[in-house]
């Protein structure tokens, strides 16, 4: 919706700018906006977001475009090899990845390796932050590849049945040092940073220094979080086991509602704080009532995490979540 864009906050447009790293003066986007505004109002546009059409959908999109679906399409591929991966190591390793080599500080240096490689490939040309995503039905192999390192990863980590926690253990440090550190770093290397951090080094030094940085950090978060969870949630949680349980359909489903639940709210006089937090609490709501309600109890539910039987009530009334 050009309209819509044309009134953006002029804070925002000029952030988006500096991202893309092209120099705005205010006074010319005002007279600029002014002028498009202008020319739309004499040959007409529609003001706000129309009624979804799904013939123009697809139309537009079409069948090609898994568009947030496109990691779960990456996740039945990434299925397929590790069907590959269980025939290999049966025959191979005959029996346990070995716990003191997949949690060494060797392993994961190698696996930062590995994943700069990919991630080398990635970025341009905007050179965002993290890895890049592809919603095509034909994968893209560099970004799968990506994927399928820490993927792989974690199939080594389950073999090696880690009892003692080796992984994570410091993850206080870990934590600290990937979100104090490694971010910063990173960012201040990447597109998203001011010019003067990308011009006071060479451009393939630049680049080179961002990739160590978005590898290492997606490895610090990763591991840090295992060993926090492992930290922190020390026994079973009805209620985590819930919201993980409804996870996938969260992730299939949330799309459409957030969507309609933006365009229903698009005209409210209300601070964006204020919007962003009701619509968030109203998205959520109807995500697990339409879990609670329509999958978790029926074959949608079995197949994503096995068959589940309603609490009885004096089940819910002798037991605590």
């Known amino acids: 919706m050009a309209a819509d864009a ?57 069948f090609s475009s898994f568009v947030h679906l496109w990691f779960l399409w990456y996740l039945c591929l990434l299925a397929v090899g590790f069907v590959l991966y269980a025939v290999v190591a049966k025959w191979i390793v005959r029996g346990r990845v070995s716990s003191a080599w997949v949690c060494s500080p060797l392993a994961v240096v190698l696996f930062i390796g590995l994943t700069m490689i990919p991630q080398y490939q990635m970025g341009r040309p905007f050179d965002f932050f993290g890895p890049d995503t592809s919603s095509d039905f034909v994968p893209n192999w560099v970004i799968l590849g990506y994927y399928a390192i820490f993927f792989f990863f974690g199939a ?15 993850w206080p440090w ?37 990739v ?32 993980s349980d409804s996870s996938y359909w969260l992730y299939v489903i949330h799309f459409p509602i957030v969507i309609l639940v933006q365009v229903w709210m698009q005209d409210w006089a209300l601070g964006a704080w204020t919007k962003f937090t009701l619509s968030t609490a109203v998205i959520t709501v109807l995500l697990l009532a339409s879990y609670h309600l329509f999958v978790r109890y029926t074959p949608i539910g079995w197949m994503l995490n096995g068959k589940r039987q309603r609490p009885s009530h004096s089940d819910s009334a002798g037991s605590r979540p």
């Open 6 to 62: 044309a009134r953006a906050p002029m804070d925002f447009a000029v952030f988006i700018a500096e991202q893309m790293q092209i120099d705005l003066e205010r006074e010319a986007i005002r007279k600029g906006r002014a002028e498009v505004l202008a020319l739309m109002a004499e040959n007409g546009f529609t003001p706000k977001a129309q009624p979804f059409s799904l013939r123009l959908w697809l139309a537009k999109i079409g």
């Open 156 to 170: 080594f980590y389950y073999d090696a049945d880690d009892q003692k926690g080796r992984l994570g253990r410091y």
């Open 174 to 210: 870990v934590l600290a040092f990937g979100m104090l550190i490694l971010f910063p770093a990173g960012l201040s290397t990447s597109g998203l940073a001011l010019s003067a951090y990308s011009e006071s080094i060479p451009e393939a030094t630049r680049w080179g220094l961002g």
């Open 212 to 243: 160590a940085f978005k590898a290492a950090f997606a490895w610090a978060m990763s591991i840090g979080f295992i060993g926090l969870f492992r930290a922190v949630i020390t026994r079973e949680s009805r209620r985590i086991r819930y919201i």
